[in-house]
């Protein structure tokens, strides 16, 4: 269980710095390749934290690990309350999806994405306040989001906040990678529509927030500051970078975290040799004795 305690500490310490790498990035990233490039980066942290569980060197001596912070009877309860606190997120999540779903049926909410198997458009009931083209680049919208497995990696997302519950970076890591996803699925629309600049932005101004969150879905998230403010902005810059450049860069960075995440590990520790077992027989004459050594050799550990 020790081992089990040390991997969670130590992929909740790197996906903690990879977080605020994309953090300190993502800003820059965006004004300089755009949205799309921007949300990118995301990838970082979640490939970070799974190098750190692929397998490592064996130790040549004896060495400590996060783990020996910890006593070991300690282990057996910070793992039960590790899963209680796991079990504790996913119900929340579960209880705000049928909320959500709940105010669907009932054409309170929208327009958003929901489900990740097989994700659909919700869009409310007063949705004759939108012209035709108004509700056409709306669905473009939640289409091109469905198009680009954004579902997927929203579950992702909420997946990880389950598992690092604990941890403030992973769910402020979650709030505004959506947000990212919004403003990426935005340029892509854009992209395809460039004539549709102004209706998009009158489009926006119509579109309420929401008032409940969507853990398995594409939305705005709510609590954050309005569309307005961050997506028109945007919509107004038409610079894009259609070169390598922004892909090529966020690719290495990506790699370079998860290489760096791997190889800053401690190796796996030396296990202790087990003692050699000797045996002695002696004849009776006296004339010879014979010694015989046999040393055990212990399993390879593998992780």
Same mark, same amino acid.
């Given at each position: 269980?020790?081992? #089990?305690?040390? &991997?969670? !500490?130590?992929?909740? +310490?790197?996906?903690?710095? =990879?977080?605020?790498?994309?953090? /300190? *990035?993502? $800003? ?40 020996? #912070?910890?006593? &070991?009877? !300690?282990?057996?309860? +910070?793992?039960?309350?590790? =899963?209680?606190?796991?079990?504790? /997120? *996913?119900? $929340? ?61 929203? *579950? ?148």
């Amino acid at each position: 269980m020790a081992e #089990l305690v040390d &991997a969670l !500490l130590r992929v909740n +310490l790197v996906a903690g710095l =990879a977080i605020l790498a994309v953090l /300190a *990035a993502r $800003l820059p990233a965006r004004w300089r390749f755009g949205p799309e490039i921007a949300y990118r980066l995301w990838a970082a942290p979640p490939l970070a934290a799974a190098a750190t569980l692929l397998p490592l060197k064996v130790a040549k001596s004896p060495i400590h690990t996060l783990s020996h #912070l910890t006593p &070991a009877h !300690l282990s057996p309860a +910070l793992l039960i309350l590790w =899963a209680v606190g796991f079990a504790v /997120a *996913a119900g $929340l999540m579960w209880r705000a999806q049928a909320s959500f779903l709940a105010n669907a049926r009932q054409g309170r909410a929208g327009p958003a994405v929901v489900g990740v198997i097989a994700p659909r458009v919700v869009m409310p009931t007063d949705d004759g306040r939108y012209t035709a083209d108004e509700r056409a680049l709306i669905r473009a919208h939640e289409r091109e989001h469905i198009e680009r497995k954004d579902p997927r990696a929203g *579950a992702l997302i909420a997946l990880f906040q389950c598992l690092a519950w604990f941890n403030p970076l992973v769910h402020l890591a979650a709030h505004v990678a959506r947000l990212d996803q919004e403003l990426a699925c935005d340029a892509a629309v854009l992209r395809r529509h460039p004539k549709s600049r102004a209706l998009y932005a009158r489009t926006l101004l119509k579109t309420q927030l929401a008032t409940a969150t969507l853990p398995l879905g594409c939305y705005w998230p709510p609590r954050s500051r309005h569309p307005l403010e961050v997506r028109v902005a945007l919509l107004g810059r038409s610079r894009r970078d259609d070169g390598l450049e922004g892909p090529l860069i966020v690719g290495a960075g990506v790699v370079s975290a998860a290489l760096v995440a791997w190889s800053v590990q401690p190796p796996l520790p030396l296990r202790p040799q087990a003692p050699p077992i000797v045996a002695e027989e002696e004849h009776q004459g006296g004339q010879m004795s014979v010694l015989l050594v046999t040393w055990r050799v212990p399993a390879t550990s593998s992780r």
